[in-house]
């Protein structure tokens, strides 16, 4: 068992002695600072009681409880632990505590998003966007900042997507698609009955739809051509915040970025080249 562990189990500790645990897992970060005088006064004991805590581990001393103390803080920065994606800190954690659970949320929803990540799929939705004249981005509070975020990195090669849901006009950018156009659909539940409607309406006219969800059986869901589903692990209102959800939309969003921007990577790096020139031009004036 490590010693983070045996910490905060406590198995056979004093009172004494789990307030000197309690304190050191809330301060992990501070404490390989502290000499044995200063953990003492901050837990309101002593230097025998923090001597018997470390032999109690298995440690000759304080020095050595240190010293093992950082090689395990410094390794546990490098593992992945699994997060609570609805509650993923607690109102104990420091924020050194909080910074490692919010990493590793991250690296856990990635990997998870990309299990899920089908090439034919990918490739599919590369081509949909390739050939559509113009690309209608549907989506509501933080969906839509991800779809903003997409919109701006499509203007550095030349494309200009649309925010559908801008100034409230949802329902008539969705009556301007074409067949030659297509919508994609950031809907992390897949229960909004205003897109139902809209969707009803692209699939009888026959136009392109994608749909980034969590909920592939949902009834928009199944009224859009091509899925592309993220881990579903969020509650839909008790959490503290949306951010498994909009990290997995953030990451399957640069991918097909990532993919177009490479079908023609040569060309778009030559234009990046002649664009940057011209604005060095610019500033010189």
């Known amino acids: 068992m490590n010693l983070l562990k045996k910490l905060e189990e406590k198995q056979g500790f004093t009172d004494t002695e789990i307030r000197i645990a309690d304190y050191i897992l809330i301060n992990q970060e501070d404490v390989p600072n502290m ?3 200063e953990l ?3 837990t309101f ?12 581990l298995g440690y000759s001393g304080y020095r050595n409880f240190k010293v093992a103390l950082i090689h395990e803080i410094q390794s546990n920065k490098h ?7 609805n509650f993923p800190f607690l109102p104990t954690d420091s924020s050194i505590n909080i910074a490692k ?4 949320l991250t690296i856990e ?6 299990v899920k990540l089908d090439q034919n ?8 966007m390739r050939n559509a004249n113009k690309i209608y981005l549907f989506g509501n509070g933080d969906s839509q900042i991800r779809a903003r975020s997409f919109q701006n990195k499509f203007i550095k090669i030349n494309k200009h997507l649309i925010i559908a849901d801008e100034y409230g006009e949802a329902t008539w950018n969705a009556l301007s698609l074409g067949k030659t156009d ?3 659909f950031i809907s992390y539940a897949g229960s909004s009955y205003f897109y139902l409607n809209i969707l009803k309406y692209l699939a009888s006219m026959k136009i392109p739809t994608i749909i980034l969800t969590g909920n592939s059986e949902s009834s928009i869901s199944k009224l859009c051509e091509l899925i592309i589903e993220v881990p579903y692990d969020e509650y839909d209102f008790f959490k503290v915040g949306t951010f498994s959800s909009q990290i997995s939309f953030e990451y399957i969003l640069d991918t097909l970025f990532s993919i177009i921007y490479a079908k023609e990577y040569t060309k778009n790096l030559l234009d990046l080249k002649k664009k940057e020139e011209a604005i060095r031009k610019w500033e010189l004036h």
Do not use: G, W
Not at 45 to 56: D, E, G, P, V, Y
Not at 79 to 85: E, G, L, M, N
Not at 109 to 114: G, V
């Open 79 to 85: 593992a992945v632990a699994h997060v609570d994606p």
């Open 182 to 184: 297509c919508a994609i």
């Open 109 to 114: 929803t990635i990997r998870k998003t990309l």
């Open 40 to 42: 003492a006064e901050n």
């Open 45 to 56: 004991t002593s230097h025998s009681a923090i001597i018997r805590l470390s032999q109690k």
């Open 101 to 104: 659970k919010m990493a590793d």
């Open 121 to 128: 799929q990918l490739n599919k939705a590369v081509e949909m």
């Open 35 to 37: 000499f044995i005088q």
